[in-house]
């Protein structure tokens, strides 16, 4: 996917760890994102913000394989729904407590990268993107026919039950914290994968595959991995989410919700540690606030995706790191 | 190092505070206006049946009513573009902001979401677009009320009817999804109960299917004589026109198990003529429900008749302010269950259902009608579709409330 | 003796038939993909909803101006496919140079716009069309009964398949085409004017969905939603056929429509999912499709 002016990101030579791993711009990005997570809840709906949040968490780890390996993938709504679906049931009918079943979300998320990861890396571009979409087709076909799913009813009235026993997450701030938490740890893990030793060699397969391999890297493996990683994330996120919602259905594992997470990406930047978060809170934010304004909501969606395309190719976050000449 | 800081808050500022006047907005007009919220289908492939329509009904109900019952109500609106985590966020944060009732709701998974939200909040749901029996079965709720049709008055209103009628052997094409295969489940009940035979049936896969004309020949080639379309929307509108085209309306009687006003008008007479199907209400049934339709039609999206959903939404709106105003505003806004307590205390009547009762599991028992649609010759005009066929008493039309499971219903035994 | 593993034969062999004719629409529809695809190296997301357009601009035709499905065959290609070189000189053009992705999203977007435009101003439930008189009844092949229309559609989309095949392979503009897409800076080196003749591939693209929408008009509902059901199954098509590859997605289409049409009577529920197993497949052993050049 290394065409000329590709995707990932802006390139700037100097790249200095201030902290982390992190720049000094991200450290001071990252002290607002913070900051953001400790206020918002107190002047902002928090059910909304958790939203935001589970698909943030979605879109860093989708945003780490194609922001940072370079594979684009078509199919990442089936580890979503599916570590949704699993969350759902293991929190439901098996009575497991929350941290739990969204661990198991997980679990199962990354298994799922396992299988479709070890087929779908040997191809490249256009196809890898087609190859997990055709699996992901399979896995909401697998969920249309199993009973355990509740075809299109889904899995409804998932109680959130006590975090680690004792913490009643049916109160919105305790859920609020939970998720918070739950996904400034992934947001980290991400930034530690991404600038650890492993995470460079991934960098290096985006820019030159040939070249990673003739130094001696088995490239393959370092894709699974990081096919896994994001796919496992994405579990968590769909878990976190129908414990939130206590809903898992169909549309959390239905191609368009693989088409969402590309265009939070893509319109908060690729390839950029930040964008993610910022592209699915514009994404999440227009689904709820334009949803006043009835059947215009598809085409105010369209045309936002035009003007980003025409005019904020590199992403919000992307134009903005851009523009101050930072990585951010 | 200044600048890097200024842009980003800027921006996640401007994102903040959209949302945050919205909310401070949305308080100060709390008070004693009592708030109904109409979610549902505005951009997708159930928004003519449902959708402006549905909000059209629900202010006729306020402009008919509220004022007469010294009652104020506002009407707000939400498109939930089909998605249950959409839905229900929106449901969450209309009822913490002061919304007592959300109104509609069509798509089964979104409505059990909502019906469990308003459970938690102690608000009113009162829904009209879903078909799912669920609402009222074992996912209940004394929060709840159903109100224009479910897949058991269908499939009961059809299916029994049509087999009586001599079409005793049937082929199902089903929209391989929950009420797809319900309502193919629950007319097979019916059918055989008539001693009627199923030859048998195709699942097919749903949204992904445009051409049924396969499915028509399997249909064809089992030689029964009625099919029955247990699907929704464009699929039943496809299966329909391809019928005509293969033929199959010369020895087939087609049945539409799931069909709206909205969707035959879409066909047109030509292709939908001689056409069964069950609907809680027809614009042109009677002098009260002539007179409704009259003075909704201004408000309705291109002046189109207003359907069974749309009329649910009036006829649930204008039961609810009723029991609002038997409450007081103070009481409706604190306690949703003790409103539809209220609801089903007391006896129905609008011009839209005439007659009826709120029934103890949350369900609005009213006359089911099958009706035939008519041949273009026999039209008058636009709208004037359909034909009265037969009509199940309101007692006999839905599920009898011991079938259902309900939780909130105490068993005879005890 | 006439079952073959358990359906009678005439009943399989009138499945076989319905699966050539879907089969077709998959073939116009992928080749004006692969049309666009090929030479400008664009996968054009609103192609669902350009195929949309042209049953909509049939309806509309019948119905402000009184003109038939016969004129709405010729004119609405045509104004769609000058709908779609407008689209092409204010926007697509600029996206050449960069990556497939943002041709996709941008694409996909102006998808979402056309979609929402229409469902605002015609509603959901879509719109009836009749089969034209000279169309319409059917002929009785023993084994089934079968449209006279249904048949009208494979030969026509069959002649369309093979004209545009004709024009690429064949003709002096093709050449051009086929060579610009090599190496566009000789091309324009030689004096002909490139951008111009990506736009009218843009156009002639977008045209073929356009055409591919009349023909499915009398037959499916009119509706906004009707080209994004397609949509995702006629990328399948095109990928298995080989990016690009003319000939690959016509014969692809067909082949798939068959496919279907065969698990349509022997698993029903599968019959889309279906579609996007024979692909996995095909990628995994040909990685650049059927006829695809790796």
Not at chain 1, 139 to 167: H, K, M, N, W
Request: hydrophobic fraction near 50%; include cysteine.
């Amino acid at each position: 996917m290394a065409a000329p002016g590709g995707f990932s990101g802006t390139d700037f030579r100097k790249e200095e760890a201030y902290f982390l791993g992190f720049t000094q711009a991200q450290v001071m990005a990252f002290v607002v994102l913070i900051a953001f997570l400790l206020i918002s809840p107190f002047f902002l709906y928090p059910v909304f913000l958790m939203k935001l949040l589970c698909f943030a968490l979605f879109a860093c780890a989708f945003n780490l394989l194609v922001g940072y390996v370079g594979l684009l993938s078509f199919g990442h709504a089936a580890y979503f729904g599916m570590g949704g679906y699993l969350t759902g049931h293991a929190a439901k009918v098996w009575g497991l407590p929350p941290e739990l079943s969204i661990l198991l979300g997980g679990l199962v998320g990354a298994a799922l990268g396992l299988v479709i990861g070890w087929i779908a890396i040997r191809r490249q571009g256009i196809y890898f993107a087609m190859i997990t979409l055709a699996f992901a087709q399979m896995v909401y076909f697998f969920c249309v026919q199993a009973p355990f799913t509740g075809g299109e009813d889904g899995i409804q009235s998932i109680p959130r039950g006590y975090f680690l026993g004792f913490l009643d997450l049916s109160r919105d701030l305790n859920m609020y914290w939970l998720t918070a938490g739950v996904f400034l740890a992934g947001f980290l893990l991400i930034h530690r994968i991404v600038h650890s030793p492993f995470g460079m060699v991934l960098k290096s397969i985006r820019e030159n595959e040939p070249r990673a391999t003739s130094l001696g890297y088995r490239t393959d493996d370092y894709k699974l991995m990081a096919f896994v990683l994001s796919a496992g994330l994405a579990g968590v996120a769909g878990g976190l989410k129908s414990i939130v919602f206590g809903i898992a259905t169909l549309t959390d594992v239905f191609w368009t919700m693989s088409g969402e997470v590309v265009l939070m990406s893509l319109v908060g930047g690729l390839g950029t540690i930040f964008g993610p978060f910022v592209g699915a809170a514009v994404i999440i934010t227009m689904q709820n606030y334009l949803a006043e304004f009835g059947a215009w909501v598809t085409v105010i969606q369209g045309a936002i995706f035009v003007l980003c395309v025409l005019a904020f190719r590199r992403g919000l976050v992307g134009e903005i790191g851009n523009w101050l000449r930072v990585r951010l | 190092m200044s600048p890097p800081r200024r842009p980003l808050l800027a921006a996640l500022g401007g994102l903040a505070a959209m949302p945050a006047t919205r909310l401070r907005a949305q308080n100060a007009l709390g008070g004693r206006t009592i708030r109904i919220g109409v979610l549902t289908d505005m951009s997708g492939p159930y928004r003519d049946p449902t959708g402006m329509g549905s909000v059209a009904c629900v202010q006729q109900a306020v402009a008919d009513f509220a004022g007469a019952l010294g009652l104020s109500a506002e009407v707000i609106q939400a498109d939930h573009q089909n998605r249950p985590d959409i839905g229900s966020s929106i449901a969450r944060q209309w009822y913490d902001q002061g919304v007592d009732a959300i109104v509609d709701v069509p798509t089964t998974s979104v409505a059990l979401a909502v019906s469990t939200i308003a459970r938690q909040k102690n608000k009113v749901f009162l829904n009209s677009g879903a078909a799912s029996t669920e609402l009222t079965g074992a996912a209940c709720s004394p929060n709840t009320a159903h109100w224009a049709y479910d897949t058991y008055m269908l499939a009961k209103g059809t299916g029994a009817a049509v087999t009586r009628t001599g079409g005793e052997s049937w082929f199902f094409v089903t929209a391989d999804y929950a009420f797809g295969t319900v309502l193919q489940r629950d007319v097979t009940q019916f059918v055989e109960a008539e001693g009627g035979r199923v030859l048998g049936s195709v699942r097919y896969p749903f949204p992904a299917t445009t051409d049924f004309s396969s499915f028509l020949l399997q249909a064809q080639a089992s030689r029964a004589k009625v099919l029955g379309l247990a699907n929704a929307g464009t699929d039943t509108a496809n299966c329909i026109i391809q019928a005509r085209e293969f033929g199959l309306t010369r020895r087939m009687r087609l049945v539409g198990l799931l069909m709206s006003l909205s969707e035959v008008h879409a066909l047109g007479l030509p292709a939908a003529q001689e056409l069964l199907l069950t609907e809680s209400f027809y614009w042109d049934l009677n002098e009260r429900s002539r007179a409704f339709a009259e003075r909704v039609q201004p408000r309705m999206p291109n002046r189109a008749m207003p359907g069974a959903v749309h009329a649910g939404c009036y006829s649930a709106v204008a039961h609810y302010l009723k029991a609002a105003a038997a409450l007081g505003p103070a009481v409706t806004q604190l306690d949703g269950a003790a409103v539809i307590a209220g609801m089903k205390a007391m006896p129905t009547d609008d011009d839209a259902f005439g007659p009826g009762r709120l029934r103890e599991d949350g369900r609005k028992l009213h006359p089911a009608h099958l009706f035939q649609v008519k041949s273009p010759e026999e039209s008058r005009g636009p709208w004037d579709y359909y034909k009265p066929v037969a009509t199940t008493a309101a007692e006999n039309a839905f599920r009898p409330i011991q079938e259902g499971g309900c939780p909130l219903v105490r068993s005879p035994a005890l | 003796m006439d079952d073959i593993f358990g359906i009678p034969a005439p009943l399989l062999f009138g499945q076989l038939l319905l699966g050539l004719i879907n089969g077709a629409f998959y073939a116009l529809l992928s080749l004006g993909l692969a049309v666009i695809f090929g030479m400008l190296n664009v996968i054009n997301f609103a192609h669902g909803a350009q195929f949309m357009m042209g049953a909509f601009v049939a309806w509309m035709l019948l119905e402000y101006a009184g003109l038939n499905y016969w004129w709405a065959l010729i004119l609405a290609p045509l104004l769609v496919g000058l709908f779609g070189v407008l689209l092409e000189r204010t926007m697509i053009a600029r996206l050449y140079k960069l990556d497939h992705l943002y041709g996709l999203l941008l694409t996909f977007g102006l998808g979402l716009i056309i979609e929402g435009i229409f469902r605002n101003q015609y509603g959901s439930s879509g719109l009836p069309y009749r089969i034209p008189p000279q169309l319409s009844g059917a002929w009785d092949l023993g084994f089934m009964f079968m449209p006279i229309y249904r048949g009208w559609v494979v030969i026509v989309a069959a002649v369309m398949c093979l004209a545009t095949w004709l024009v690429i392979e064949k003709t002096k503009i093709g050449s051009y085409l086929r060579a610009s897409t090599e190496n566009a800076a000789l091309v324009q080196a030689f004096g002909i004017n490139v951008p111009r003749l990506m736009t009218l591939t843009y156009g002639a693209g977008v045209a073929l969905a356009a055409f591919a929408g009349v023909l499915a008009a009398p037959i499916y509902s009119v509706n906004p939603q009707m080209g994004s059901n397609l949509i995702i199954i006629v990328f399948a098509v095109v990928v298995i056929g080989g990016m690009g590859s003319i000939l690959g997605s016509v014969i692809t289409g067909f082949g798939l429509g068959i496919i279907e049409g065969l698990t349509k009577v022997f698993y029903p529920e599968a019959s889309s999912t279906v579609i996007f197993v024979v692909m996995a497949i095909v990628l995994l052993a040909r990685p650049a499709g059927l006829f695809g050049r790796a």
